[in-house]
């Protein structure tokens, strides 16, 4: 696979230690294979997956780290055998940039369950042909393979695109995986960046929504988001009155606690998919399973679903709600994200990064 000479020095903000903090950093791009697309980019939204990965709160990441997997932005360059994508293109990038591509799962579009050492994380991943550490969206620019580049539909504005290409297609995903449509009862477990998009993506599949939280509070931005109920899960009587009514519940709350509650919400062969929990979670009682209740998780989806999901995003006008920041605030979004001080997505204006001055390497 040739590679141009060019590489493509960039500033970007990074982590170099678990308590560093995020910060200014000097990365270089490499030059482009033949398969590559070289991107400026616009925008980048801000997951949490990117707080927790920056100060290795799940172990496994290698320093330095540059985060960011919720990319838009457009193509400034291309290798000469590109065919997707071409100079001034609107595009995105998600949570992977390669895939073995030739796996059973590769061929079935889940790329992102790739069998052949998983997919390549867009940051703190390795790259499959050189070895090099893979850094995300907090940068000028970015050069990616060719197919894991998606297109913004036109319109779609991109600040409020990026978010979509992981809370978005994260809660996308097990709504068509479980085939929700007209009919269909879909419960949503948390509010946060996840839950707001799982409620506006169900309500336009034609689901009947129902939002679920301890927090009062949340009853009238459920309403506003497009719920067309609200259950207050420390409301005993009003819980067991919703006993085997829902087909789904989408479970978005991304820290421990107990799943059991909404396993009883479900009607037999219902289920329950976590999407924002990553750990350890309390003992089960299996005999709650045996009313023929699944307990499953999903990740984010495959690359066509990606593309299906912002095209259907674009068709019916769904965007998140986001807040736009600076670079140089990623410390105080961080705290803010923390305390829930979010309705219900950051995303990063790097027309701020170029502002600042270069970095030594």
């Not at 390669?98 to 992102?112: F, P, W």
């Not at 369950?113 to 070895?131: P, V």
């Not at 709350?253 to 750990?279: A, C, F, K």
């Amino acid at each position: 696979m040739a590679t141009q000479t060019n590489e493509y020095p960039t500033k970007a903000y990074g982590a170099t230690a678990p308590d560093s903090g995020v910060g200014p950093m000097a990365i270089t791009r490499r030059g482009l294979r033949d398969d590559d697309v070289l991107i400026e980019i616009t925008h980048c939204g801000i997951c949490h997956s990117d707080l927790h990965s920056a100060r290795n709160d799940w172990g496994f990441t290698t320093y330095p780290i540059v985060p960011g997997h919720e990319i838009v932005g457009t193509v400034s360059a291309v290798g000469s055998g590109v065919t997707r994508h071409k100079v001034g293109d609107r595009v995105a990038i998600g949570c992977m940039v390669d895939s073995c591509m030739e796996c059973t799962h590769c061929d079935a579009d889940l790329e992102q369950y790739c069998l052949d050492g998983g997919m390549t994380g867009t940051y703190n991943g390795k790259d499959r042909r050189d070895g090099s550490l893979t850094f995300g969206g907090y940068s000028e620019r970015i050069v990616c393979r060719e197919e894991f580049v998606l297109k913004v539909p036109d319109g779609m504005p991109m600040a409020e695109a990026a978010p979509l290409l992981c809370a978005g297609i994260t809660s996308y995903s097990p709504l068509r995986t479980w085939k929700v449509g007209p009919g269909s009862k879909v419960a949503v477990a948390g509010l946060g960046g996840l839950g707001h998009m799982g409620v506006k993506l169900a309500a336009a599949m034609g689901a009947e929504v129902t939002v679920l939280s301890r927090s009062e509070s949340k009853r009238a931005d459920a309403e506003k988001l497009g719920a067309h109920a609200f259950l207050n899960t420390d409301d005993d009587a009003a819980m067991k009155a919703k006993r085997g009514y829902f087909d789904m519940v989408l479970n978005t709350i991304p820290v421990r606690h107990d799943v059991v509650p909404y396993l009883h919400l479900l009607r037999i062969d219902g289920v329950q998919v976590l999407v924002g929990l990553i750990g350890m979670m309390p003992e089960l009682h299996t005999g709650v399973l045996l009313g023929r209740k699944v307990l499953t998780g999903s990740g984010i989806g495959g690359l066509a679903e990606t593309q299906e999901m912002l095209d259907f995003c674009a068709e019916h006008n769904i965007l998140p709600d986001i807040e736009v920041i600076a670079m140089q605030d990623i410390q105080t979004a961080y705290d803010r994200m923390e305390a829930s001080d979010i309705k219900y997505r950051f995303v990063i204006n790097m027309e701020s990064l170029r502002a600042e001055p270069a970095v030594a390497t």
